[in-house]
């Protein structure tokens, strides 16, 4: 069993940044694949970012390259959101996800691929 505990939300201007973090409880954080994924009210939840095992391999969704890193550290069992130049299109509950696999540099891009998932945070981003 994995729990997952996200925060960092807030409410920040367009053009500002937040950091979102992700603690992880249990033995399999290290061994656990990881993803964030944002829901914006009446649409479905999508996928954000994702990181390997290992932190070595990351992949983000096109509308936020270039402006959102992820980043893990397994020794404090966190995994990191760090979000740059926010929009407003960005306002939206954000949630990390674990999937335990074998695979040290694989990511999973993809919803049903995870096992265990955070609460949540708000993040809104103000014009």
């Known amino acids: 069993q994995v729990q997952l505990v996200e925060s960092g939300g807030g409410l920040v201007q367009a053009g500002g940044s937040l950091r979102l973090s992700c603690a992880a409880s249990?033995?399999?954080?290290?061994?656990?694949?990881m993803g964030w994924f944002r829901q914006a009210p009446g649409k479905e939840r999508e996928f954000v970012a994702a990181?390997?095992?290992?932190?070595?391999?990351?992949f983000y969704v096109d509308s936020v390259k270039g402006r959102f890193t992820i980043s893990r550290d397994n020794a404090k069992n966190t995994v990191y959101l760090q979000m740059n130049s926010l929009k407003p299109e960005d306002t939206a509950v954000y949630s990390c996800?674990?999937?335990?696999?074998?695979?040290?540099?694989?990511?999973?891009?993809?919803?049903?691929?995870?096992?265990?998932w955070g609460q949540g945070t708000q993040v809104t981003v103000s014009s």
């Open positions: 996800a674990a999937r335990p696999t074998d695979f040290v540099t694989t990511y999973y891009p993809r919803r049903v691929e995870y096992d265990y």
């Open positions: 249990g033995r399999t954080f290290s061994k656990s694949a």
């Open positions: 990181i390997s095992r290992s932190g070595g391999t990351t």
